[in-house]
């Protein structure tokens, strides 16, 4: 793994004065990261019943759907609210700067349905632990969540609790 955190390049202050955010863009563009990013996460989920893999907006959406390709899933798009076209469920979160929302189509998944929430980060676990709840009133279930990077200093996987997390690098 420490061949793919050679791929992760930081950029200071951004969004905001203070953030080191980790970009996961050189990582996308090298078919050997990429690859074993997918390659990780398939094996460790390929004998995981799962109906739905969930993708956060955007670089979920990337991880996500390549994944859910891979196990043979159905792929549901969370989106920055606004952007979809039909009647959606909405989730308000807080960022470590700022807050946001998140919405999803109100057909998307429910029942008991099997998730897997997939985005590229878990920092303060503010989205992530909304996305989760958004999908849980559906009645659906969380089976796992999965990310590529996990901020472990930011202690973001104690607000996830009951729901299982695997971060590949953590930092």
Known sequence: MDALKELIRDIPDFP???????????????ADGFNTVIRELYKRYK????????????RGFII????????????????????????????????EYGSDELEMHIDAVGGNDRILLVDDLLATGGTLQAVAKMI????????????????????????????????????
């Open 64 to 95: 996500g759907a390549a994944l859910a390709y891979k196990l043979r899933t159905g792929f549901t798009i969370i989106r920055k609210k606004g952007k979809l076209p039909y009647k959606t469920l909405s989730a308000r979160y807080d960022l």
């Open 136 to 171: 849980t009133d559906t009645g659906a279930c969380i089976v796992d969540i999965a990310v590529v990077i996990e901020l472990t200093f930011l202690n973001g996987r104690e607000k996830l609790h009951p729901y299982p997390v695997h971060s590949l690098l953590q930092y």
């Open 16 to 30: 905001r004065k203070g953030i080191v955010f980790k970009d996961i863009t050189p990582l996308l563009q090298d």
């Open 47 to 58: 004998n995981t019943p799962i109906d739905y893999v969930a993708g956060i907006e955007s």
